[in-house]
């Protein structure tokens, strides 16, 4: 193999890992503001910072969110802005982070790359505990705007194995592949900026979580960006029309034992 194709995909080479060299890098910087604006109003946002990739520092999240105190047991909420889809049981802390690995599956590699909301999520969720069970649930949808280019890099570059989150105004680079980037076929260049708007169309996704006392947790997700794959912006970047299933289970057979199956379909 050639020394140019191990290159990193930041590097707009074949690898599909971060780094090519041993080097000392800043892999992953975060700070999260989390605070109360009102009795049932908080504000979260959330501020990146790498050594590597296009834009080093920016904001990943940054949203309101209202939980009013109400006397049933099924509590409403409300988040508006820009924020990530909990569709995985493995990234559950604060900023999407993960409190069981060191780097991310493939599938949540890419969520963190390419998917994440703009416009506003509204669920319904009841704690077992409220009312004597061992069974918790929630249910929830979204319509967005913004994700009108999910799917390039997974089209064009395929998974990668990272935990770098791509923040708004970033740019993800990929390899020039002769077909992608000739001007006499698709003429479209070699990066992709993931929250872009392009049809002016709205997004959905719908989910439904379901626990079972602290042991076992399920999560299915179907996420449909609604673009239109006839439209490209005038820097060549294409409308992908992606749709998919999310069905993700996180069990503990052990205290010292969390067995995860995430799977999803296009």
């Known amino acids: 193999m ?34 109360m604006l009102a009795d049932s109003w908080s504000a979260v946002g959330v501020i990146n910072g790498y050594s590597d990739g296009e834009q080093k520092v920016g904001f990943s999240e940054l949203y309101l969110k209202y939980r009013p105190l109400v006397a049933s047991s099924i509590k409403p909420e409300v988040k508006i802005g820009a924020f990530f889809p909990a569709l995985s049981a493995e990234n559950t802390d604060a900023g999407w982070l993960s409190p069981h690995f060191l780097s991310n599956s493939a599938i949540n590699s890419w969520v963190g790359e390419e998917l994440r909301t703009g416009g506003i999520e ?18 929830l949808g979204s319509v967005f705007k913004g994700n009108d280019s999910t799917g390039t890099l997974l089209s064009w570059r395929g998974f990668a194995l990272h935990d770098r989150q791509s923040v708004y105004n970033d740019r993800v680079n990929f390899l020039p592949i002769p077909g992608v980037v000739d001007e006499d076929k698709l003429n479209a260049p070699a990066w992709t900026e993931p929250f872009r708007e392009i049809d002016n169309r709205f997004g959905y996704y719908v989910g439904a979580h379901l626990a079972y006392a602290r042991k076992a947790e399920l999560r299915y997700y179907y996420y449909d960006n609604n673009a239109d794959p006839n439209i490209v912006d005038p820097d060549r970047i294409y409308a992908w029309h992606t749709r998919f299933h999310s069905l993700t289970l996180r069990y503990l057979p052990r205290p010292e034992l969390t067995v995860f199956s995430p799977s999803a379909t296009r």
């Open 122 to 139: 509204v669920s319904l969720r009841q704690n077992g505990r409220q009312i004597r069970s061992h069974w918790s649930w929630k249910v």
């Open 2 to 35: 050639a020394k140019d194709d191990s290159r990193s995909f930041q590097q707009m080479g074949t690898g599909h890992q971060r780094y090519e060299s041993n080097g000392l890098q800043l892999s992953h910087a975060v700070v999260i503001a989390d605070f």
